[in-house]
């Protein structure tokens, strides 16, 4: 679906924060982007949205280069996007207005949305008024009612209570099964190892380690290298099983994995 090939980004303030970023998302797979703090994440976000162009290197989307500027008016289409803060998000005062912004006045597939992300008990109230778990909601339904083929969440939990951060897992889930892409960025690993299909490391403006959990969180030594933690159970599992090669640990990951 979306390919990015050494790309590079260089703010106004001369801040190389992408340096030679290559990755590739398939359709159909649950991925996962984790890394430090400033090592380039949002700034990725922003350039797979078409928000961002590359200082240099290229954009493929379904196999084609992102080039011209209606192409990169199509990615925002194509790649829906929830960012970590919700009110950054938002344009308009109340739901439907907001909706409306996304869906180019469609009242139809306003309707949908709205019964699909049970949004009509908010309808008359502004947004302003709703929580920040409220808000995180209903920045996933503005981002899917375009119905993209990519979703990218940042930080999925970020300001949501235990029920509120499931009941959205579980919604990124059926949108996963319905087809669409999802790729979360956070820096909550204990979900990262259990949801993701494949994981993607960044440190310092790179992809340095993807695979699937099983694969990248046998590679101990380059976590401990980055100042990255490990999920809990393998915390544990590691503690009383010091002397286990990588192989053991591999296997380990995937039985527990499947349960």
């Known amino acids: 679906m979306l390919r990015f090939h050494n790309v590079h980004y260089t703010y106004r303030n001369g801040a190389h924060v992408l340096k030679g970023v290559s990755l590739t998302i398939e359709r159909g797979k649950k991925y996962a982007l984790i890394g430090k703090n400033g090592c380039g994440k949002t700034t990725w976000l922003l350039h797979a949205n078409g928000i961002y162009r590359p ?45 409306a912004l996304s869906l180019e006045g469609n009242h ?24 920040l778990g409220q808000k995180k909601w209903l920045s996933l339904a503005v981002a899917m009612a375009p119905k993209p083929h990519l979703l990218i969440v ?56 993807h695979g699937t959990p099983a694969f990248v969180f046998t590679k101990t030594n380059i976590f401990y290298e980055l100042g990255l933690p490990l999920p809990l159970l393998l915390r544990i599992w590691l503690k009383e099983n010091k002397m286990c090669t990588e192989q053991q640990l591999f296997e380990w990951i995937e039985r527990w994995k499947k349960g």
Do not use: C
């Not at 306003?110 to 929580?131: G, N």
């Open 108 to 131: 139809e597939q306003m309707a949908q949305i709205m019964k699909q992300f049970s949004l009509e008990k908010w309808r008359d109230i502004p947004i302003h008024h709703l929580s």
């Open 55 to 99: 200082t240099k290197g290229d954009v493929y989307w379904e196999g084609e280069k992102v080039a011209d500027r209606q192409q990169w008016r199509d990615l925002r289409k194509h790649v829906g996007v929830v960012f970590q803060n919700p009110e950054h998000q938002f344009l308009a005062p109340m739901i439907e207005e907001e909706l």
């Open 154 to 209: 940042d930080e999925p939990s970020a300001y949501l209570d235990v029920s509120q951060s499931e009941r959205l897992v579980m919604k990124l889930n059926e949108l996963h099964k319905e087809g669409t892409t999802p790729v979360v960025i956070t820096h909550d690993l204990d979900f990262v190892w259990q949801w993701a299909d494949e994981v993607f490391v960044m440190h310092d403006g790179r992809i340095v380690l």
